[in-house]
Nanobody, 117 residues
């Protein structure tokens, strides 16, 4: 099993920045990808960014140039640096991990990000 704990969410003004962190524990030795998703009220959960173990990174078009995903494999951490935040970025952000071996992915509990004046 893999446990994920997110942190770093909060209230920020438009144009501000936040850095989200996700700490993975448990059976993490074979993780092949880590990702950030978000879900706004009344909307479907969407992929924000994903980083694959080999280094490939993909972003949603809506966050390209503003968000950066990174990871520290030794510390089993994944980060999402969010700059130039907009009100439409307001959502619950979830960490997601693909543990490998064709097993279902794991989800964190989510952390609220609110962008408002």
């Amino acid at each position: 099993q893999v446990q994920l704990v997110e942190s770093g969410g909060g209230l920020v003004q438009p144009g501000g920045s936040l850095r989200l962190s996700c700490a993975a524990s448990g059976s993490t030795s074979s993780i092949v990808a880590m990702a950030w998703y978000r879900q706004a009220p009344g909307k479907q959960r969407e992929l924000v960014a994903i980083i694959i173990i080999g280094g490939r990174i993909n972003y949603a078009d809506s966050v390209k140039g503003r968000f950066t995903i990174s990871r520290d494999n030794a510390k089993r951490m994944v980060y999402l640096q969010m700059n130039s935040l907009k009100p439409e970025d307001t959502a619950v952000y979830y960490c997601n991990v693909d543990p490998g071996f064709s097993r279902p992915s794991y989800w964190g509990q989510g952390t609220q990000v609110t962008v408002s004046s």
